[in-house]
């Protein structure tokens, strides 16, 4: 952003896509360096910036989809320049919008989130998308590669979940511990899957196959290496919990640096602790000038809804941003024994071990239609999100 080309600008305009609503410093920064910003995002913000033009879900009193991700105020801003244009070219990318929403976990309660879904799912256009999809078929549909069709689009058997659970895994893998290379290879597959490029399938030298093909095969390699990478470092955090008596706490709070894992693995680190000692978790790392930063994961089945919230009002902490229960934090080290007394008295009552949910409704055991209200919710099994 920095460089010039005969003293100007080498642009004119920043686009900063989900993320960079409350960054109000560096929009001034760099307005006064002369380019123009436009924030396209949804998470929490205090107000709109003075100095950049954002377009912010969570900040508009007109815009009823809250649940929206980043990628969703993407399409809905290239929508925009459709009506502009006078063309309809963005819904060619409802596929790719639907990934997005469905890997960023977004609430489908709300029916724009579900038509996108929907839609995006049984309509998938982007060539990386549908290789994976097609690598991915037997977790997917029981099926093998050389039974595939593309009538499992049409006909809505490719369904939220699934996505969750079986293609958006492979992706975060390959983000998280792919070389730069593999990265960009992943990246140019999104925009021109078809390509053809040499060949790196063991036995195959010489040989041509297109980016997407390549790209897929890196992700399933990168899941695999993650998985390794995570197995050994739970493992470590698990004697620290044990040597410290960690798990005693309501939060667990744990220090990465005594793990060989890499940087980008700390958010999935945090959600495996999460998940099996049932506890709200941060896992960080102690920086140069006496700081713990790293990821919190939060139980959404308990009745802590909003573990970021619970440690913005702690006062203990010098951030915490992003999701209600998936976010960045810091704090000094030596607020961490004041952060865990505090959390231990303000959620002695909570028992993160019962699971809390929230129900639709509720009906006794020996509701006389149950046979036929569990039968009639099976039939509506691929609307679930």
Not at 88 to 102: K, Q, R
Request: hydrophobic share 35%.
């Amino acid at each position: 952003m920095n460089e010039l080309i005969n003293g100007e600008n080498i642009c004119n305009l920043i686009i900063l896509p989900d993320s960079s609503s409350n960054d109000y410093e560096y929009h001034k920064i760099l307005k006064e360096r002369g380019y123009d910003i436009l924030v396209l995002d949804h998470h929490d913000a205090e107000k709109y910036s003075e100095d950049a033009i954002v377009v912010n879900n969570q900040l508009s009193k007109k815009y009823s989809n809250k649940m929206a991700s980043g990628v969703g105020i993407v399409f809905k801003f290239l929508q925009a320049c459709d009506k502009r244009l006078g063309i309809t070219f963005c819904p060619t990318y409802l596929d790719l919008v639907a990934l997005g929403e469905i890997s960023d976990m977004m609430q489908m309660q709300t029916p724009e989130n579900r038509f996108i879904c929907d839609y995006g799912l049984s309509h998938v256009n982007n060539e990386f998308f549908k290789t994976i999809v097609k690598k991915q078929c037997y977790s997917l549909f029981g099926i093998y590669e050389d039974a595939w069709t593309d009538s499992y689009y049409s006909n809505g058997d490719l369904t939220q979940i699934k996505v969750a659970f079986y293609v958006t895994p492979l992706i975060n893998a390959l983000i998280r511990v792919g070389s730069q290379r593999e990265k960009e290879i992943m990246f140019e597959s999104f925009i021109h899957g078809k390509n053809m490029i040499d060949s790196t399938k063991r036995g195959a030298k010489g040989t041509q196959e297109t980016i997407a093909e390549q790209s897929v095969r890196n992700c399933v390699n990168a899941k695999s290496r993650q998985k390794r990478e995570m197995d050994k470092a739970t493992e470590l955090l698990d004697i620290q919990i044990m040597n410290n008596c960690l798990d005693e706490n309501k939060i667990l709070i744990l220090n990465a640096d005594e793990i060989d894992a890499p940087n980008t693995l700390t958010g999935l680190i945090a959600m495996d602790i999460a998940a099996k000692y049932k506890k709200p978790t941060m896992v960080g790392r102690i920086t140069p000038n006496g700081y713990l930063k790293g990821s919190i994961r939060g139980r959404e089945d308990s009745e802590l809804k909003d573990f970021k919230g619970f440690l913005n009002g702690s006062n203990y902490m010098d951030f915490v941003e992003g999701h209600p229960n998936a976010a960045g934090f810091s704090i000094k080290h030596n607020n961490i024994s004041k952060l865990i007394d505090y959390a231990n008295e303000k959620l002695a009552d909570i028992n993160f071990n019962e699971n809390f949910y929230e129900a639709d409704f509720v009906v006794p055991a020996n509701y006389s239609d149950l046979y036929d209200l569990v039968y009639s919710l099976g039939e509506c099994s691929k609307f679930w999100g």
